[in-house]
């Protein structure tokens, strides 16, 4: 599976961005997808993630403003950021495995390459 993120860019606190993650290669739908992100000098994180039967996991620090979602017809997952934060500030990496969902970064076999989040104050 070869995955591509998309959707970054430059935002106010307080505005919205929705990411995409495109899947080719192979069918999506027997895969949970996670969103990680990488701050400058941080690890990557969990943020969110989302089963193959819609079943969804949120960070602690996005519950209320994140909100990922599958559209397997077109073999893509999408993640609705709202009110975002500048220590929301990364780079967003979307990744998959055949299993069920986990929040642990080394338990994706497949990721996309990553797309910059910039939230000003």
């Known amino acids: 599976v070869q995955l591509q993120a998309s959707g970054g860019g430059l935002v106010q606190a307080g505005g919205s961005l929705r990411l995409s993650c495109a899947a080719s290669?192979?069918?999506?739908?027997?895969?949970?997808v996670g969103w990680f992100r990488q701050a400058p000098g941080k690890e990557r994180e969990f943020v969110t993630a989302?089963?193959?039967?819609?079943?969804?996991y949120y960070a602690d620090s996005v519950k209320g403003r994140f909100t990922i979602s599958r559209d397997n017809a077109k073999n893509t997952v999408y993640l609705q950021m709202n009110s975002l934060k500048p220590e929301d500030t990364a780079v967003y990496y979307c990744?998959?495995?055949?299993?069920?969902?986990?929040?642990?970064?080394?338990?994706?076999?497949?990721w996309g390459q990553g797309t910059l989040v910039t939230v000003s104050s």
């Open positions: 990744a998959a495995r055949r299993a069920v969902v986990t929040v642990t970064v080394s338990s994706y076999d497949y």
């Open positions: 290669g192979r069918t999506f739908d027997s895969y949970a």
């Open positions: 989302i089963n193959w039967g819609g079943a969804t």
